[in-house]
């Protein structure tokens, strides 16, 4: 039913971009713009915003500064659909019917595609990725994978070669969503060095932990009331549900802190979110921080802090059934889940888990010889990045 559902939305657009009687705009989604200035611009009645409950109201919070959404309008210039990506799984979907329009959550259609990238440096590792793949968040996060152990402007030499497995969303013919590197290899003069995915982070051959992005708890607190989730069905409303962070109940006037050393970018009111604070870290997170009751006194955009600094107490402010912080982590602007990251110290793999560990990555190891011989050309994908590079 439900694909069918999406089905019908896929071929409406198509039959209506075909027959030319209506017209698929493409736009992205304005910084700082709220849904419901949104509504506002393009006619669209506000209760569709109103009549949402809390969940969906604070949900609308989370669609990402230039994000591409499409507006579908018929000969007479009516909106007759609008999809906004929120999240990588979940869009928000405004469609008309007899009486008037409605508003729901519908999944984000997608495939995931699984990549092996090999290639001769020819003139940087990042340059050549982004050159091959299309792909600025892959060329960011491999770089940024070696980061600590090799030295991509000194130890590199023309010739070298790496090779990259990972898998890529695409969505509507383009990349979509941060990718994931399962495995990767560089050789600099004659060694290879070698980083997997497991567990969700990264390791070496060895087993030991690279060391990552740590992040520390917010604040303390009594329970997590509500966990991170791209998508969820609740099968009493028969809806599609999405939570983009962590909540903590905790009472009002707990000091929230900085989960890691970073920037304050954001200060103020924020939708939903009421007061919140946002921080950029280094490699392409951010954090964010809501429902505040206040700020602290020196928080202001600009400010540096350092990891532990008292940023704010939790409150109940915007769309909030009861006190709690609300902590979201972003990886080039993608939500990704805090709990995989909230972590002290990194991890040495022993005994059985060093095992299991090591027969894991046998399969990736016969992957990436395979492909250091046969020099198979990966098909180049257009983009959906809707995050400028981080410039190198
Ligand atoms: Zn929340």
Known sequence: MRILKNLFIILFIISGMLFGSTKLIEKK??????????????????????????????????????????????????????????????????????????????????????????TSITSSAYKDIIKL?????LANEFVQSYKKSINFKRDIRKGDKLVIVYAQKIRLGRQFGNPLIEASMVETRGVKHYIYRYEGRYYNAEGKEIAGFFLSAPCRYRRISDRFTYKRWHPLLHIYRAHLGIDYAASVGTPVHAAANGKVIFAGKKGGYGNCIIIRHIDGYKTLYAHLRKFARSI???????KGKTIGYVGTTGLSTGPHLHFGLYKNNHAINPANTIKVTKSILNGKKRKAFLQYIKKY??????????????????????YMPIKK
Do not use: C, M
């Open 133 to 137: 793949t299309n792909n600025y968040l």
């Open 300 to 306: 202001r955009r600009g400010k540096y802090v350092k």
């Open 29 to 118: 989604w304005e910084k700082g713009g709220t849904f419901l200035k949104f509504l506002e611009n393009n006619k669209l009645p506000l209760k569709l915003y109103y009549n949402l409950n809390v969940g969906d109201k604070e949900l609308t919070s989370e669609i990402a500064a230039k994000s591409r959404y499409q507006i579908l309008k018929d000969s007479n210039g009516t909106i007759k659909q609008v999809l906004i990506p929120v999240g990588e799984e979940l869009q928000i979907h405004i469609g008309i019917h007899k009486n008037g329009y409605f508003i729901n959550t519908i999944p984000i259609i997608y495939k995931t595609k699984y990549k092996i990238l090999e």
């Open 365 to 386: 190891n016969k992957e990436i010889k395979i492909a250091l011989t046969k020099h198979k050309k990966l098909e180049k994908e257009s983009n959906f990045a809707f």
